[in-house]
């Protein structure tokens, strides 16, 4: 009787001081639920009419690729005498590669938790740029594990032998497409394409993961014998250490699921199959065999090479670009950049290939570090975090004119940069350079491309997704009127200074299953459809 007077009191004193509040509650209740402006833009991105998605004969793509053995990390450091039987038995119920690698994925917009761990424990465990004895392991994997910081690390030939033996002989094991180019020529393969040459490493085992449409140079390009399936006896191994969040190794427990990666790749490293890749486009060309578009990647593995030897592998694709008699200029060429942690080789990329290409596909963290490179001042490295609409505009109008600078306009200039993180994607163009058709298409569909493959589902559940942008947005700094995303308007593409931009929301996968190769399936199906290309 006491609870009911009190509650009956508590709603006379919100209706009287709060009306609105009580009559919304009330609505909710007995009115039936309207949809919300959300959920009617997802369901019409969902529905977008992509029907007219062109037809793909003949692609490129190189110049790294692969084979990815995805493995427990507790069940490797057992095999190889580094777990105890006790740390065994703790992780027996341990998830499989592939829910740890969607749990991964999903943590990695958190911020990172509980670094600390007992001074011992920092004595004990310490970083080395390469492994060289099973003990490096031991100390590098636990260096990183306290903190579930990702990782890769060089292993010299002998300790990487030991290791490699050690996780082929464990029973739950996976093995993976790995490269960007790899990944891409599978991704045109779905996308329809008939024939992909991909300039790549290609093994006996890497073989069964790619699709019967692509084909690999040989070492020795002679005549019309020029392709086969395999072109080296054992594939580049990259061994995938991953780890569940909550697991326990030495005293200390993971604070989030991430990975540790071990390899010992140097044909990748210094992109050994560029020339053969190379020698082979030039034979097409010359038989009059051209492909409808070339994409380019794998130079962040040059990342921990001499500046002098990066150079060398610049200048070999520079010289090939250039020279419209070995790779004809009608070809557009799309450049993928990937996570570089030097700065200088990030300048060093944008001063050179980046500017001798024709198109350019980028995550946040990757604008963020092009940004910086060249010189940009309005925004530091945590801006890019998880940026805004306006910070990303900004970035692209500074961006494009730094790689517009004394441009070669008789060759190769920059005229499309695809923009894609979690929330939204943005394809930039120059304004009046009608070089590629539809952007507005191309947009959207990198964007339902991310959603499908993060789900695992080509038909998206309204359910299963949400919407992380802002429904009213401003545009850069050139912007007049802020944006409104409706039902009948959820993508935009308006002019903004010197450039064009074409802007489509991402539905989000609320837990996403498959996310390998997410950027790469999103370049490489925003690209297929910004085509046909035409140098005007």
């Known amino acids: 009787m006491k609870t009911s007077l009190v509650l009956a009191t508590l709603a006379g004193i919100l209706a009287f001081y709060y009306p609105s509040l009580v009559t919304d509650f009330l609505d909710h209740l007995f009115i039936p639920h309207q949809p919300s402006a959300s959920s009617k833009i997802l369901h019409s991105l969902s529905n977008w009419d992509l029907a007219s998605k062109r037809s793909c004969s003949s692609v490129a793509v190189g110049y790294n690729s692969n084979l990815d053995l995805i493995v427990n990390a507790h069940d490797l450091l057992r095999e190889l005498g580094l777990s105890s039987e006790s ?21 990695r917009d958190k911020e990172e938790n509980r670094r600390a761990q007992t001074s011992q424990t920092i004595e004990i465990y310490s970083d080395k740029e390469r492994l060289t004895s099973l003990e490096d392991l031991r100390s590098i994997f636990g260096h990183f594990f306290k903190t579930g910081s990702a990782a890769e690390r060089f292993a010299e030939p002998e300790v990487w032998k030991t290791i490699l033996d050690a996780a082929q002989r464990l029973q739950n094991k996976v093995y993976y497409t790995g490269g960007n180019a790899g990944l891409i020529a599978n991704r045109f393969a779905q996308e329809g394409c008939e024939k992909i040459l991909l300039g790549g ?8 993961l790619l699709s019967p449409s692509v084909r690999v140079p040989k070492k020795s390009i002679e005549g019309k014998d020029s392709v086969t399936r395999v072109n080296q006896k054992e594939d580049e191994v990259h061994l995938i250490m991953e780890y569940s969040r909550g697991s326990k190794w030495k ?7 991430n990975r540790f990666i071990i390899q010992s790749d140097t044909t990748n490293a210094e992109l050994l199959w560029m020339e053969p890749f190379h020698n082979l486009l030039t034979l097409k060309t010359l038989s009059g065999e051209n492909v409808e578009t070339l994409v380019i990647s794998g130079f962040h593995l040059l990342d921990g090479q001499s500046s002098t030897f990066r150079q060398e592998r610049i200048d070999a694709v520079l010289s090939f670009l250039r020279d419209s008699k070995k790779f004809p200029f009608s070809v557009p060429v799309h450049f993928e950049l990937a996570s570089i942690g030097d700065a200088s080789f990030i300048k060093q990329l944008a001063g050179s290939i980046l500017k001798g290409v024709d198109s350019v596909g980028l995550n946040e963290q990757e604008l963020g570090s092009l940004y910086l490179s060249l010189g940009g001042t309005d925004f530091v490295s945590k801006d890019f975090a998880q940026p805004d609409i306006r910070v990303v505009l900004d970035s692209l109008h500074f961006v494009f004119g730094k790689l517009l600078e004394g441009a070669d306009k008789q060759g190769r200039t920059v005229s499309r940069i695809h923009f894609h993180c979690l929330q939204f994607h943005i394809t930039a163009t120059p304004v009046g350079m009608k070089r590629w058709s539809n952007s507005t298409v191309s947009t959207v569909a990198g964007s339902l491309a991310a959603t499908r493959q993060a789900c695992d589902n080509e038909h998206i559940q309204v359910d299963e997704v949400e919407l992380q942008v802002p429904l009213v947005f401003k545009g850069g700094r050139y912007g007049k009127e802020p944006f409104v995303l409706s039902e009948e308007n959820c993508v ?8 064009e931009f074409s802007f489509a929301p991402v539905l989000v996968c609320k837990k996403p299953t498959k996310t390998v190769g997410l950027g790469d399936a999103i370049s490489t199906v925003g690209l297929l ?3 046909p290309f035409s140098r005007k």
């Open 87 to 107: 740390e065994a038995k703790e992780t027996k119920n341990r998830s499989s590669p592939e829910k740890i690698e969607a749990e991964i994925e999903g943590e």
């Open 201 to 208: 490493a290609v093994g006996d085992k890497l073989v069964d």
């Open 251 to 257: 005293g200390m427990e993971a604070p989030r699921a």
């Open 492 to 499: 935009k593409h308006w002019k903004e200074a010197s450039l």
């Open 529 to 531: 459809n910004h085509l």
